[in-house]
């Protein structure tokens, strides 16, 4: 079993990384959660200057995912800052993500969506703490 070992402080984190390996990371939705159990809801997600960048540049085909992402000819600021000087995706009113979105019975991420139907990889499009 290959394992990956780091000390620092007198704390010992190990990591089983054939275990690790083995799992399935994909999104195919949340299948009949209720929106606030979903992986897209309750969590403050903060973001890199490169990441604001990267979903800025989507926005338009996220849209057609996230309906509620136009305001007329514009788009919603999607954007929030955080009391630290940090920059967070906003989240609506019940708490999910502004770019999850219902696809019949499932919760979807709009950023993986579009990155989808653009061909982009995932990591070019989704911030890295929302890769699963």
């Known amino acids: 079993m290959q394992r990956a070992s780091k000390k620092e402080s007198n704390v010992s984190v190990t990591v089983e990384m054939t275990n690790i390996a083995s799992l399935s990371h994909g999104c195919d939705g ?3 959660k209720d929106a606030r159990q979903s992986c897209c809801a309750t ?3 903060c973001i890199t200057p490169d990441e604001v960048e990267a979903i800025v540049g989507v926005l338009p085909e996220v849209a057609k995912f996230c309906l509620n992402l136009k305001d007329g000819d ?3 600021n999607v954007f929030e800052e955080t009391g630290d000087g940090l920059v967070s995706l ?3 009113e019940d708490g999910l993500c502004v770019f999850a ?3 019949e019975d499932e ?3 709009g950023l993986h969506s579009a990155a989808e139907d653009l061909q982009v990889p995932l990591e070019k499009v989704k911030p890295a703490v929302c890769m699963l």
Do not use: P
């Open 30 to 32: 949340c299948k009949g």
């Open 43 to 45: 969590y403050e997600v």
């Open 74 to 76: 514009d788009y919603q």
């Open 90 to 92: 906003d989240t609506t």
């Open 101 to 103: 979105y219902q696809s």
């Open 107 to 109: 919760i979807r991420c």
